[in-house]
């Protein structure tokens, strides 16, 4: 497969997965009770009143005259109006992704950071104390619940020892260099609990995969060659061992966003986790449908982005 | 949990490698391997305890009052997980919040499994569903699933219900990828060809031959779904979208954020935060204990 083809496809696959996401939306949001002209109105509109609500929002037409209307809508970048704010979704959502790329994509490269030497040391060292106590970290940080690991993260560092601030992006009335300080120290607690949460998965992961590489015959001729340890570790296994937890960043990137959810909920941080709780407490569907909707296209283009990484990676793309 | 095995011959047959050296059933083999690793014992006596918790709240807790007069009152001898901020002793909350937790979990993932296996399974012995099965899996799993579980329970009305069902629509692609892997293998055995040879009715093949071949998956899909129920339960409910009239874990740490008790009651936070850490990481530990234990022997670690 040349890499031309391979490149086409996972972008095929991309819009497909994205017109998934919307079609799936559009039936719930067609389907379930939450009537959208009941929603704006209130219990004491007469008939004729909802009738107009129903025409007006083209809720009286055929399913997929709907359908079709709003593919078109939502191709101009239309997610509609927020109930309570009366301003488009797509400016309230723009203002806060910023907030919310900056907080997954840190959390990603500390777990990268943080989890290739752990992996490397647990798979170096396989059945040791070490090997174990790596292991047993990596379990637990899988079983934690978000939310828990950021509120004793705020009572500790933030409240208790007042090292970091406790909620918000960024300092009120910080102007230049001392913004960006200030910035820095907002994200350090919100960042470390998302890397805690996704942690422990990628050092198993990558013990997991690099194990698998020690024992390749590659390896093993390194060996037999009398190649210094550390260097086949660093550069023949490892190399190997990389290319699988890429692909698992990829995978995660959806469980991660849903982290980052409760993570900004947790420290009122203001992306567009923090905007979906609000918009929750107030039943502001238009807001959590297009949050939802640019969530999933960001994860399915970051995914779609490693991938096509991958294949440039990954000499044996280009030759099968 | 473990299913009988087949006993026709013809399953007997591609079952007897698996047979230990005192001829018993794998599943039994499988015990007896279990029974020596000590995590995992341990982890499955706190899930027991959790479910008898369940079951014996009335006993061990007054439902909570819906306020009381001792108001944020820390840990100490008549309330031992101290009271919140309207005065309702905590421990209360936590026990009736075990019972709701785990009986979501359960629903939700049983739910889960059902599905997910049928769907798997079907799909591994019909090749033109299984093009169409692993296609829903791979876009569901690809998409960011906590927004949209929060768009569902919004739009459907905070109840129990909604939330089992929820989380029970979201996590049955998880189950049919881990079991429509095996399910894949185990269609192309010899002994499943044999037994089309036999009968045309491919229900029976599918409920006598297949799902006996992947029930090990299927009991570490259990527990991984059941976990991963309980956390997406709580996170529903911590940003308001539980159930309002029942405690849930996720419901003590909502009112907890809502309240602004939060910052100076550390008790309201820590104990549902390590109930869930509890049920969560024995549950994870059960399922890893009991993939070493079908290892044969000399393989494990």
């Known amino acids: 497969m040349s890499i031309a083809l391979f490149v086409a496809r996972r972008l095929g696959r991309g819009v497909v997965t994205i017109l998934f996401a919307v079609t799936v939306t559009f039936l719930l949001l067609r389907l379930l009770p939450g009537d959208p002209a009941l ?3 209130s219990p004491n509109t007469t008939d004729e009143a909802r009738e107009a ?6 809720l009286d037409r055929p399913l997929i005259v709907q359908y079709v209307l709003y593919l078109g809508q939502l191709l101009q970048g239309d997610l509609g109006t927020s109930f309570t704010q009366s301003v488009p979704v797509v400016d309230v959502l723009l203002e806060r992704l910023p907030w919310t790329l900056l907080l997954t994509v840190t959390a990603l490269v500390l777990t990268v950071l943080i989890g290739i030497p752990l992996g490397v040391l647990a798979a170096s060292r396989e059945h040791t104390f070490l090997d174990r106590a790596v292991q047993v970290v990596g379990v637990t940080g899988q079983s934690l619940f978000v939310p828990s690991i950021g509120i004793l993260l705020l009572l500790v560092f933030g409240l208790g020892l007042g090292w970091f601030p406790i909620g918000g992006a960024a300092g009120d009335n910080v102007y230049g260099a001392a913004w960006y300080g200030s910035v820095v120290a907002h994200l350090v607690l919100p960042a470390v609990s998302l890397t805690l949460i996704q942690l422990g998965s990628y050092v198993l992961t990558m013990r997991g995969t690099l194990i698998d590489a020690l024992g390749a015959d590659h390896v093993t001729l390194a060996r037999a060659n009398g190649l210094p340890y550390r260097r086949i570790l660093w ?4 190399r190997n061992a990389l290319l699988p937890a890429t692909t698992l960043i990829g995978l995660q990137l959806g469980f991660v966003v849903g982290g980052a959810v409760l993570t900004e909920t947790v420290f009122a941080y203001p992306g567009i986790g923090r905007g979906i709780y609000e918009a929750v407490t107030q039943l502001d569907f238009p807001v959590l449908q297009g949050a939802f909707l640019l969530l999933a296209v960001t994860v399915v ?6 991938d096509i990484a991958y294949g440039f990676l990954d000499p044996r793309v280009k030759a099968s | 949990m473990t299913t009988p095995l087949p006993t026709t011959e013809l399953a007997h047959d591609a079952e007897e490698p698996v047979r230990d050296a005192r001829g018993a059933r794998p599943g039994r083999a499988t015990w007896r391997a279990f029974r020596k690793l000590p995590l995992g014992v341990a982890s499955l006596v706190v899930l027991a305890l959790l479910v008898l918790v369940t079951v014996a709240a009335p006993l061990l807790a007054p439902y909570p009052a819906s306020f009381g007069p001792d108001v944020l009152l820390p840990p100490g001898a008549g309330h031992p997980f101290g009271t919140d901020s309207l005065g309702r002793d905590v421990l209360s909350q936590v026990v009736w919040g075990t019972q709701q937790s785990v009986l979501v979990a359960v629903a939700a993932s049983a739910i889960a499994i059902v599905v997910g296996t049928l769907v798997a399974v079907v ?3 019909v090749p033109r569903i299984d093009a169409v099965v692993s296609m829903v899996v791979d876009l569901t ?9 929060i768009l569902v329970a919004a739009l459907a009305g905070p ?5 089992i069902l929820v989380v029970a629509a979201f996590s049955w692609p998880e189950v049919t990828r881990l079991v429509r892997s095996q399910a894949l293998t185990v269609v192309k055995l010899p002994y499943v060809d044999a037994a089309r040879l036999m009968t045309r009715r491919h229900a029976w093949i599918i409920g006598r031959h297949v799902v006996p071949a992947v029930t090990p998956v299927i009991v570490v899909s259990v527990v991984v779904t059941a976990s991963r129920a309980v956390l997406s339960a709580a996170g529903l409910a911590f940003l308001g979208l539980g159930d309002p009239t029942t405690w849930s874990w996720g419901r003590i740490l909502y009112e907890a954020q809502t309240s602004g008790a939060m910052g100076s009651a550390w008790w309201l936070t820590l104990f549902p935060s390590l109930a869930i850490l509890l049920l969560v990481l024995s549950a994870t530990l059960v399922s890893i204990s009991y993939d070493d234990a079908r290892k044969p022997r ?3 670690r």
């Open chain 1, 39 to 41: 929603a704006v109105a």
């Open chain 1, 53 to 58: 609500l129903l025409v007006q929002y083209g």
């Open chain 1, 235 to 238: 550069k023949h296994a490892l």
């Open chain 1, 301 to 306: 283009v970051v995914n779609m982005l490693t």
């Open chain 2, 123 to 125: 799909g591994a012995y």
């Open chain 2, 141 to 149: 799993l690809s998409l960011p699933v906590l927004p949209l579980m």
């Open chain 2, 159 to 163: 109840s129990t219900s909604t939330v």
């Open chain 2, 298 to 300: 000399g393989a494990g």
